[in-house]
T-cell receptor, first 114, second 112 residues
Framework: EAAVTQSPRNKVTVTGGNVTLSCRQTNSHNYMYWYRQDTGHGLRLIHYSYGAGNLQIGDVPDGYKATRTTQEDFFLLLELASPSQTSLYFC?????????????FGEGSRLIVV | GDSVTQMQGQVTLSEDDFLFINCTYSTTWYPTLFWYVQYPGEGPQLLLKVTTANNKGISRGFEATYDKRTTSFHLQKASVQESDSAVYYCVLSSSGSWQLIFGSGTQLTVMP
């Protein structure tokens, strides 16, 4: 069973604040993803990566940066947080491209921007 | 582009009731369809996967059938339990795109 661990699990920050969400996977998967989950929208892809040093843009990238420092670690950065970024964020990994492959999700990081 | 529609935002049932969740999709490519389930406080996890080769998937008492004619992908279970209370996501992957398209989710609540 793939293990994906996110931190922090909960975070409150002020508008304009700087936030980093961390994700580590321990199953040597190549692909890692950041999604946000909002009521009525399901899960929307922010950024993804297929290996250390690689970064690809997802469907809702505005206001977010990401960095994949190692095969295990993928970070999501909000440098000027806004209330519209209040959401539940999920990290996921897969052995290969998402198409046809199982995604393994972490438990989520809830971010509130006040 | 590809899309997925789940019209049932919330479904409330009693234990031993029959569950049916409808999902429709749109793609010009060959689809692979998934149902992911998300229990409270957890991330989504794969429930089952259906391809054009097999048309049907079964897992943990749930069954999903893919109908190419109506471009629908239903999830059903004969007798639900309180432990099945969760959010169920219909997910599309097409041969023309590597990405997964998530539906908006159906919150299932099963009353004891």
């Amino acid at each position: 069973e793939a293990a994906v661990t996110q931190s922090p699990r909960n975070k409150v920050t002020v508008t304009g604040g700087n936030v980093t969400l961390s994700c580590r996977q321990t199953n040597s998967h190549n692909y890692m993803y950041w999604y946000r989950q909002d009521t009525g929208h399901g899960l929307r892809l922010i950024h993804y990566s297929y290996g250390a040093g690689n970064l690809q843009i997802g469907d809702v990238p505005d206001g977010y940066k990401a960095t994949r420092t190692t095969q295990e670690d993928f970070f999501l950065l909000l440098e000027l947080a806004s209330p519209s970024q209040t959401s539940l964020y999920f990290c996921a990994s897969s052995v290969d491209r998402a198409s046809g492959n199982t995604l393994y999700f972490g438990e989520g990081s809830r971010l509130i921007v006040v | 582009g590809d899309s997925v529609t789940q019209m049932q935002g919330q479904v409330t049932l009693s234990e031993d009731d029959f569950l049916f969740i409808n999902c429709t999709y749109s793609t010009t490519w060959y689809p692979t369809l998934f149902w992911y389930v998300q229990y409270p406080g957890e991330g989504p996890q794969l429930l089952l996967k259906v391809t054009t080769a097999n048309n049907k998937g079964i897992s943990r008492g749930f069954e999903a059938t893919y109908d190419k004619r109506t471009t629908s992908f239903h999830l059903q279970k004969a007798s639900v339990q309180e432990s099945d209370s969760a959010v169920y996501y219909c997910v599309l992957s097409s041969s023309g795109s590597w990405q997964l398209i998530f539906g908006s989710g159906t919150q299932l609540t099963v009353m004891p």
